[in-house]
Nanobody, 115 residues
Framework: QDKLVESGGGLVQPGGSLRLSCAAS????????MIWYRQAPGKQRDLVAA???????NYADSVKGRFTISRDNAKNTVYLQMNSLKPEDTAVYYC?????????WGQGTQVTVSS
């Protein structure tokens, strides 16, 4: 059973916006640090944004000011609001949940930024 399921990816024009969601199940969501990664074709998987159980956030320099990570513990869901999208944001976006040795990944959702 998948513990993390991402949704919200798709095709968007440069300058557009998307909101990704990652719904968790079967874990005590509120204690986990939730992290978004992305992987473009032929490149390594990179951290995009993270949010701790306490709500502290951090972002990759490439997305600061454009992306916002948030979480809703009542819905066991973490979000990634992506604005002012650029072609270089094209990648598969993955959600990760981490709490000590407990570590889970989603299957990913494709984001394509193209005109």
């Amino acid at each position: 059973q998948d513990k993390l399921v991402e949704s919200g990816g798709g095709l968007v024009q440069p300058g557009g916006s998307l909101r990704l969601s990652c719904a968790a199940s079967g874990i005590i969501f509120r204690v986990y640090t939730m992290i978004w990664y992305r992987q473009a074709p032929g490149k390594q998987r990179d951290l995009v944004a993270a949010i701790t159980s306490g709500g502290n956030t951090n972002y990759a320099d490439s997305v600061k000011g454009r992306f916002t990570i948030s979480r809703d513990n009542a819905k066991n869901t973490v979000y990634l609001q992506m604005n002012s999208l650029k072609p270089e944001d094209t990648a598969v976006y993955y959600c990760r949940a981490n709490w000590g040795k407990n570590d889970y990944w989603g299957q990913g959702t494709q984001v394509t930024v193209s005109s």
